[in-house]
């Protein structure tokens, strides 16, 4: 069925993404990827440190060409993009994109092309507009699109782009997302 | 009715991978330009945005216009080519290297040292800045090669943004830099001209990673975000070609999130830093 969560963040991202995954039933046993901007100077491995002080899955650093395991949460590294291959990422270098290295739109439209219906597109708080046509990408291809509702949202620019550029199956709360994921990926699963 | 737009969605990508496999081989056999084994997520975007600048709406369509229009393989080129690099980036690295692969140098009488995928250079001058800080530049050569001569080109003239030396002053404080940054360059009105003496040992070729030979024996191979671009079969060739071209005890330099543990080679290689991607030959 699902066979892959991808979350885009920016500003707020970082308290936003501890809490959906600190809050995500441990039987969504589907890889988690993370696209989070942040400053090309912060430390290398700080996000991931953060999660794992909050997430009880394994929390890693993608490196080129890393497989993708179940049950993993991966972090896009900083000042690089992260593209989703059929099992196993892959990095570049290239321009950033909207002022974006990792962009959100580049990780969801290599995953949307890799898993086609298997992805689950999350865009959480942001103060620009990455994510909008990944997301988009991401439903065409007939995966998931679930928005933060921007009311809660530290900013509401990154959701409300998110909302304006597809139909969403879901604008939720961030503390309903996880509970969602958990209907998504396993009531489905036994009908 | 969803459903059957995602039937439609899925066998359009199945028709696009058919399609880019077609234009690599065209392009292939038409050019010479060997991109059949570039990591296919990154090499889609590339050859998708040529598309739409070109205004056609398949990827059939620009190969057709590729294969008769010798122009429309320039710009591809031009949109395949990613030559992002700066000096000293990731400082860590160059403080690692300062630490513990010079004093590896220091045993040789002689060391040449291979920075594959040069691009336009940055890295170069700042290897040549280190090695010259470290006393060790005299008994050193660096052979820097790039598929591209376009970037070799400027790679030769040393001429780098001006907007970029503050960035750069940083990170090779960060990196360990033991004088004024700004003694290395002069200040010209179309960029900071580094100092020629930081060339003089470095020899600059095109080389492709993909078809051509190993060319010496070195002691240090440097090969940053080049092999990010390939798929796992080229990767492993290229670091065969790495591993015939290292002496013993040679140190191989990866770039920050690029590992010699997805490759068959990780067993003839030490760890000198893990975190640095700095790897030494012991077998
Ligand atoms: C992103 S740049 C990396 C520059 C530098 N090493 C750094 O880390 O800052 C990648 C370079 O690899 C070069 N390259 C790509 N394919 C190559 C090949 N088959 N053989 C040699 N160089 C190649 C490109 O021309 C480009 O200059």
């Known amino acids: 069925m699902y066979e892959l969560i991808c979350v885009g963040a920016s500003w707020g991202g970082l308290d936003a993404v501890g809490r959906l995954l600190a809050d995500l039933p441990i039987q969504v046993d589907q890889p988690v990827v993370v696209a989070q901007h942040r400053h090309s100077t912060s430390a290398p491995t700080g996000l991931a440190d953060l999660l794992r002080l909050r997430v009880k899955r394994p929390v890693q650093d993608v490196e080129d060409k890393m497989p993708i395991e179940r049950g993993h949460v991966y972090i896009a590294p900083p000042d690089y993009h992260l593209l989703v291959e059929r099992g196993s990422f892959a990095l570049s270098v290239d321009e950033r994109v909207q002022y974006a290295r990792p962009s959100i739109d580049v990780l969801f439209e290599s995953a949307s092309y890799a898993y086609g219906r298997g992805v689950i597109g999350i865009i959480l708080t942001g103060a620009n507009e990455d994510g909008a046509a990944g997301l988009a990408a991401v439903k065409r291809r007939g995966g998931v699109a679930l928005v933060q509702d921007p009311h809660g949202a530290e900013r509401r620019t990154m959701p409300d782009a998110a909302i304006a550029a597809t139909a969403a199956d879901a604008v939720l709360p961030l503390e309903e997302i996880g509970r969602f994921l958990y209907g998504l990926c396993l009531e489905r699963e036994v009908s | ?283």
């Open chain 2, 1 to 283: 009715m969803a459903a059957k737009a995602d039937e439609q969605a899925a066998e359009r990508d199945d028709v696009d991978e058919i399609e880019l496999g077609l234009l690599l081989e065209g392009v292939y056999r038409r050019y010479g330009f060997d991109f059949r084994e570039y990591a296919p997520a990154s090499l889609r975007r590339r050859v998708w945005r040529r598309a739409h600048a070109e205004g056609v709406s398949t990827i059939s369509a620009l190969q057709d216009r590729l294969l008769h229009d010798p122009a429309c393989m320039e710009r591809l080129l031009l949109d395949l080519s990613i030559n992002v690099t700066a000096m000293f980036r990731d400082p860590t690295f160059y403080v690692a290297v300062r630490e513990k692969v010079v004093p590896l140098l220091r045993t040789y009488p002689f060391t040449r040292i291979w920075v594959a995928g040069c691009s336009t250079g940055e890295e170069v001058y700042s290897l040549a800045i280190l090695l010259l800080e470290e006393g060790v530049y005299e008994r050193a050569r660096i052979y820097a090669t790039d598929i591209n001569e376009s970037v070799l080109d400027r790679a030769r003239a040393g001429v780098f943004p001006l907007d970029k030396m503050r960035e750069y002053t940083q990170n090779y404080i960060k990196a360990g830099g033991q004088r004024a940054f700004s003694e290395y360059y002069l200040a010209k009105y179309d960029g900071a001209q580094f100092q020629r003496s930081l060339v003089e040992n470095v020899v600059f070729a095109q080389h492709n990673l993909v078809s051509d030979r190993s060319f010496n024996e070195f002691n240090v191979i440097v090969c940053r975000n080049v092999m990010i671009y390939f798929d796992r079969a080229l990767q492993d060739r290229v670091h065969r070609l790495f591993y015939d071209s290292l002496a013993m005890f040679g140190v191989l330099a990866l770039g920050a999130k690029e590992s010699i543990r997805f490759s068959p080679f990780e067993d003839r290689y030490e760890d000198l830093d893990a975190n640095e991607r700095l790897y030494k030959k012991v077998s």
